[in-house]
């Protein structure tokens, strides 16, 4: 994904359970700035 310069983003990290993710993830609308990052520390 090449991200353009004169466009804002918003960047979320989610490091929770999946569940809390799934919760937070239901609440965001569709758009194009939004970029995700996850990390489960769980093995």
Known sequence: MILSKKKRYLQIALNS???DAVSILRQLPVDERIILESWNSSN
């Open 17 to 19: 359970s999946l569940d």
